[in-house]
């Protein structure tokens, strides 16, 4: 019943994994209902009197994607966390679901791109429309 060095860490990057999932999807849930259930991704904001509104919002679509592919990469994980425990304690791996294991994954980290970067050009898209709107000057 000895556990390898790296079984330890394919558990500890499937729980590292699980939580980042679950970060983003209720950080961004959260959000979403702060605005109404409108998405904040790729908005602008506007000066109404003194202080800032968002004038715009985006597809709701957007943040449902990026929701949906965080909470997927958090079962999946949890899952994986769980068998990879299992098998540590029954001393039995089964090498069969490796490529099967794998090819999931590759395609869970490719929607993970996909979702980082619709976050990431969403959030520079509304942070540059506050500062742009609060400065009063276009950014480079």
Same mark, same amino acid.
Request: charged share 10%.
């Given at each position: 019943?000895?556990?390898? &060095?790296?079984q330890? =860490?394919? +558990?500890a /990057?499937?729980?590292? &994994? #699980?939580?980042c =999932?679950?970060?983003?999807?209720?950080? +961004?849930?959260v959000?979403?209902g702060?605005? !109404? =259930?409108?998405? $904040? /991704?790729? !908005?602008?904001?506007?000066?109404?009197?003194?202080?800032?509104?968002?004038?715009?919002?985006?597809?709701?679509?957007l943040?449902? #994607?990026?929701? &949906?592919?965080?909470?997927?990469?958090?079962v999946?994980? #949890?899952? %994986?966390?769980?068998?990879? $425990?299992?098998?540590?304690? %029954?001393?039995?791996?089964?090498?069969?679901?490796?490529?099967?294991?794998?090819?999931?994954? &590759?395609? $869970?980290? #490719?929607?993970?791109?996909?979702?980082?970067?619709?976050?990431?050009? !969403? %959030?520079?898209?509304?942070?540059?429309? $506050?500062?742009q709107?609060?400065? !009063?000057?276009? /950014?480079?």
């Amino acid at each position: 019943m000895a556990v390898s &060095a790296l079984q330890l =860490g394919e +558990l500890a /990057l499937h729980g590292a &994994a #699980f939580l980042c =999932g679950v970060v983003c999807a209720s950080a +961004l849930t959260v959000t979403q209902g702060e605005f !109404g =259930g409108q998405c $904040i /991704l790729y !908005g602008s904001v506007d000066k109404n009197g003194t202080a800032l509104a968002l004038s715009r919002f985006s597809n709701i679509s957007l943040c449902y #994607f990026v929701a &949906a592919i965080s909470i997927l990469i958090a079962v999946y994980c #949890f899952a %994986m966390l769980l068998y990879g $425990i299992y098998s540590c304690c %029954m001393d039995e791996r089964d090498h069969t679901w490796l490529t099967i294991n794998l090819a999931i994954s &590759a395609v $869970i980290l #490719f929607f993970l791109l996909v979702s980082a970067c619709i976050l990431r050009v !969403g %959030m520079d898209t509304l942070c540059s429309s $506050i500062l742009q709107t609060k400065l !009063g000057w276009p /950014l480079l």
